[in-house]
Protein backbone atom coordinates (compact mmCIF):
# COMPACT_ATOMS: atom_id res chain seq x y z
CA UNK A 1 0.00 0.00 0.00
CA UNK A 2 1.21 3.71 -0.89
CA UNK A 3 0.03 6.77 0.69
CA UNK A 4 0.22 10.19 -1.58
CA UNK A 5 0.29 13.61 -0.34
CA UNK A 6 0.05 16.47 -3.16
CA UNK A 7 1.47 19.75 -2.81
CA UNK A 8 2.32 22.97 -5.18
CA UNK A 9 -1.55 24.06 -5.91
CA UNK A 10 -2.63 27.48 -5.92
CA UNK A 11 -3.76 30.85 -7.99
CA UNK A 12 -1.82 31.93 -11.09
CA UNK A 13 -2.51 33.89 -14.34
CA UNK A 14 -3.16 32.66 -17.64
CA UNK A 15 0.35 31.84 -19.37
CA UNK A 16 2.27 31.29 -16.01
CA UNK A 17 3.51 27.96 -14.46
CA UNK A 18 2.88 25.81 -11.48
CA UNK A 19 4.79 22.63 -10.28
CA UNK A 20 2.95 20.18 -8.30
CA UNK A 21 4.41 17.52 -6.17
CA UNK A 22 3.14 14.52 -4.97
CA UNK A 23 4.84 12.57 -1.87
CA UNK A 24 4.91 8.76 -1.86
CA UNK A 25 5.00 6.89 1.44
CA UNK A 26 6.62 3.41 1.19
CA UNK A 27 9.43 1.71 0.25
CA UNK A 28 7.75 0.13 -2.89
CA UNK A 29 7.43 3.33 -4.27
CA UNK A 30 9.65 2.60 -7.71
CA UNK A 31 7.17 -0.49 -8.41
CA UNK A 32 4.40 1.97 -8.78
CA UNK A 33 3.38 3.57 -12.45
CA UNK A 34 1.92 6.78 -11.37
CA UNK A 35 -0.16 9.12 -12.88
CA UNK A 36 -1.90 12.60 -12.46
CA UNK A 37 -5.82 13.60 -13.18
CA UNK A 38 -7.74 16.68 -12.77
CA UNK A 39 -11.49 17.05 -12.01
CA UNK A 40 -12.89 20.41 -13.18
CA UNK A 41 -16.23 22.02 -11.01
CA UNK A 42 -18.97 19.55 -12.51
CA UNK A 43 -17.36 17.67 -14.85
CA UNK A 44 -15.45 14.28 -14.67
CA UNK A 45 -12.20 13.31 -13.45
CA UNK A 46 -10.03 13.05 -16.55
CA UNK A 47 -6.67 11.80 -17.13
CA UNK A 48 -3.68 14.53 -17.56
CA UNK A 49 -0.74 12.20 -17.64
CA UNK A 50 1.21 9.01 -16.95
CA UNK A 51 4.79 7.99 -16.17
CA UNK A 52 6.24 4.70 -15.93
CA UNK A 53 7.87 3.20 -12.91
CA UNK A 54 11.49 4.08 -13.54
CA UNK A 55 10.52 7.25 -15.10
CA UNK A 56 11.66 6.33 -19.03
CA UNK A 57 7.89 6.59 -20.40
CA UNK A 58 5.25 9.02 -20.15
CA UNK A 59 2.17 9.83 -21.95
CA UNK A 60 0.02 12.73 -21.66
CA UNK A 61 -3.42 13.84 -22.80
CA UNK A 62 -3.77 15.92 -25.85
CA UNK A 63 -5.16 18.56 -24.09
CA UNK A 64 -2.13 19.15 -22.08
CA UNK A 65 0.96 17.84 -24.34
CA UNK A 66 3.68 20.16 -25.13
CA UNK A 67 2.45 22.14 -21.96
CA UNK A 68 3.06 20.12 -19.06
CA UNK A 69 5.71 17.59 -18.08
CA UNK A 70 5.25 14.56 -15.79
CA UNK A 71 8.25 13.70 -13.74
CA UNK A 72 9.41 11.29 -10.69
CA UNK A 73 12.41 10.55 -8.54
CA UNK A 74 12.31 7.58 -7.13
CA UNK A 75 15.24 8.30 -4.64
CA UNK A 76 12.57 10.80 -2.88
CA UNK A 77 9.59 8.91 -3.70
CA UNK A 78 8.27 12.27 -5.64
CA UNK A 79 6.47 12.69 -8.81
CA UNK A 80 6.01 16.03 -10.10
CA UNK A 81 3.76 17.95 -12.96
CA UNK A 82 5.36 20.97 -14.37
CA UNK A 83 2.87 22.85 -15.84
CA UNK A 84 3.65 25.63 -17.99
CA UNK A 85 1.62 28.38 -20.61
CA UNK A 86 -1.56 27.45 -18.26
CA UNK A 87 -4.97 28.25 -19.60
CA UNK A 88 -8.40 29.11 -17.30
CA UNK A 89 -9.28 25.79 -18.50
CA UNK A 90 -6.45 24.21 -16.58
CA UNK A 91 -8.39 24.95 -13.26
CA UNK A 92 -9.31 22.00 -11.33
CA UNK A 93 -8.33 19.74 -8.31
CA UNK A 94 -5.26 17.51 -9.42
CA UNK A 95 -4.96 14.47 -7.64
CA UNK A 96 -1.86 12.39 -8.32
CA UNK A 97 -2.31 8.03 -8.13
CA UNK A 98 -0.79 4.98 -7.92
CA UNK A 99 -0.81 1.86 -9.93
CA UNK A 100 1.11 -1.34 -11.01
CA UNK A 101 0.29 -0.87 -14.86
CA UNK A 102 1.70 1.37 -17.32
CA UNK A 103 -0.01 3.65 -18.89
CA UNK A 104 -3.59 3.57 -17.13
CA UNK A 105 -5.89 6.57 -18.62
CA UNK A 106 -9.04 5.26 -16.97
CA UNK A 107 -9.43 6.35 -13.06
CA UNK A 108 -11.13 3.24 -12.32
CA UNK A 109 -7.43 1.49 -13.12
CA UNK A 110 -5.53 3.74 -10.73
CA UNK A 111 -5.47 1.93 -7.23
CA UNK A 112 -4.41 4.76 -4.58
CA UNK A 113 -5.00 8.52 -4.36
CA UNK A 114 -3.91 11.26 -3.18
CA UNK A 115 -6.58 13.99 -1.87
CA UNK A 116 -5.40 16.55 -4.72
CA UNK A 117 -4.55 19.85 -4.78
CA UNK A 118 -6.46 23.09 -6.38
CA UNK A 119 -5.16 24.97 -9.38
CA UNK A 120 -6.84 27.84 -10.21
CA UNK A 121 -5.98 29.58 -13.97
CA UNK A 122 -7.28 33.16 -13.75
CA UNK A 123 -7.54 34.76 -16.82
Known amino acids: QVQLVESGGGLVQAGGSLRLSCAASGRTFSSYAMGWFRQAPGKEREFVAAISWSGDMTYYADSVKGRFTISRDNAKNTVYLQMNSLKPEDTAVYSC????????????????WGKGTLVTVSS
Open 97 to 112: AATFRYPVLSPGGMLY
